[in-house]
């Protein structure tokens, strides 16, 4: 089971939408998909349509002794085959918990590894802080995809993530690859054009040769986690999250190979 965490230490990059459609990608594919939100402001629980009142279980439980089962936690989508577990606001907690009780860093390391419920692939959909949950996502994680918008602030937060990423792979003794993925492409403005010149330059190797355009039809992430598509997914920004899965899934190969 392959357990990618979808990350970035800079909000709006398209870190829950770039979830959501590699999510659907991978169904697509005849695979299943569980999809995790680590994220207080939960906004993949509000995509699937979940209330913040009251609380649905989710996450934050996994803290809890002794914790429940992740299958315990899923909620099927209307997408078959793509399932997910809630965040809750009671997330933003876990920080202020964590001085007082050892090995919360470890809790959905270990939740994954029990977890038996059939699934493929396990998507962890980061918040876009570095504390608790995201450290929780890259010690369980065995690849870090790194979505970043086309302009130059986002530069920043995608070295941070990269950096933090190195820095966990040193902590734990094992690889964890790098996948960057461009969002938010927009061709038409020198800006745009630049940027991605700049980071298919200093990321060589580690980035998407090609770039997820802007699309007016991927911009209500409730649409793209309730409505069933029946044949290819609509929108040129899909369709381009399509073949971003085929390069992280041969990047992948590549390295099984080389091992």
Same mark, same amino acid.
Not at 163 to 190: A, C, H, K, N, W
Not at 241 to 248: E, G, I, M, P, S
């Given at each position: 089971?392959?357990?990618?965490?979808? /990350?970035?230490?800079?909000?709006?990059?398209?870190?829950?939408?770039?979830?959501? %459609?590699?999510?659907?990608?991978?169904?697509?594919?005849?695979?299943? +998909?569980? !999809?995790?939100?680590?994220?207080?402001?939960?906004?993949?629980?509000?995509?699937?349509?979940?209330?913040?009142?009251?609380?649905?279980?989710?996450?934050?439980?996994?803290?809890?002794?002794?914790?429940?089962?992740?299958?315990?936690?899923?909620?099927?989508?209307?997408?078959?085959?793509?399932?997910? +577990?809630?965040? #809750?606001?009671?997330?933003?907690?876990?920080?202020? $918990?964590?001085?007082?009780?050892?090995?919360?860093?470890?809790?959905?390391?270990?939740?994954?590894?029990?977890? %038996?419920?059939?699934?493929?692939?396990?998507?962890?959909?980061?918040?876009?802080?570095?504390? *608790? !949950?995201? =450290?929780?996502?890259?010690?369980?994680?065995?690849?870090?995809?790194?979505?970043?918008?086309?302009?130059?602030?986002? *530069?920043?937060? !995608?070295?941070?993530? +990269?950096?933090?990423?190195?820095?966990?792979?040193?902590?734990?003794?094992?690889? *964890?690859?790098?996948?960057?993925?461009?969002?938010?492409?927009?061709?038409?403005?020198?800006?745009?054009?630049?940027?991605?010149?700049?980071?298919?330059?200093?990321?060589?190797? $580690?980035?998407?040769?090609?770039?997820?355009?802007?699309?007016?039809?991927?911009?209500?992430?409730?649409?793209?986690?309730?409505?069933?598509?029946?044949?290819?997914?609509?929108?040129?920004?899909? /369709?381009?999250?399509?073949?971003?899965?085929?390069? =992280?899934?041969?990047?992948? #190969?590549?390295?099984?190979?080389?091992?």
């Amino acid at each position: 089971m392959r357990v990618w965490a979808i /990350a970035n230490q800079k909000g709006g990059v398209g870190k829950t939408t770039t979830s959501l %459609a590699l999510g659907r990608a991978m169904v697509a594919r005849g695979l299943r +998909v569980l !999809l995790v939100d680590l994220d207080p402001h939960a906004s993949l629980t509000r995509a699937f349509g979940v209330p913040s009142d009251p609380q649905p279980p989710g996450v934050v439980d996994l803290f809890t002794t002794p914790p429940p089962t992740l299958a315990s936690l899923m909620k099927p989508s209307p997408t078959e085959g793509l399932d997910f +577990v809630c965040a #809750q606001t009671a997330l933003a907690t876990l920080e202020r $918990r964590s001085a007082t009780q050892p090995g919360l860093g470890l809790a959905l390391s270990q939740a994954i590894t029990r977890h %038996a419920g059939g699934h493929d692939a396990v998507l962890l959909d980061c918040p876009p802080t570095l504390g *608790l !949950l995201m =450290v929780n996502a890259l010690a369980a994680a065995d690849r870090l995809i790194v979505p970043t918008q086309c302009e130059p602030l986002a *530069l920043y937060g !995608l070295a941070g993530m +990269v950096r933090t990423g190195e820095m966990v792979e040193r902590s734990r003794q094992r690889p *964890l690859p790098v996948s960057i993925i461009p969002t938010m492409y927009d061709r038409r403005t020198r800006i745009g054009r630049d940027t991605l010149a700049q980071l298919q330059s200093e990321y060589a190797g $580690r980035i998407w040769s090609e770039a997820v355009p802007v699309d007016t039809q991927l911009s209500n992430a409730d649409a793209l986690a309730c409505q069933v598509f029946s044949g290819a997914p609509p929108g040129r920004a899909l /369709a381009a999250y399509t073949r971003a899965l085929d390069w =992280v899934l041969a990047e992948e #190969q590549a390295m099984e190979q080389a091992a």
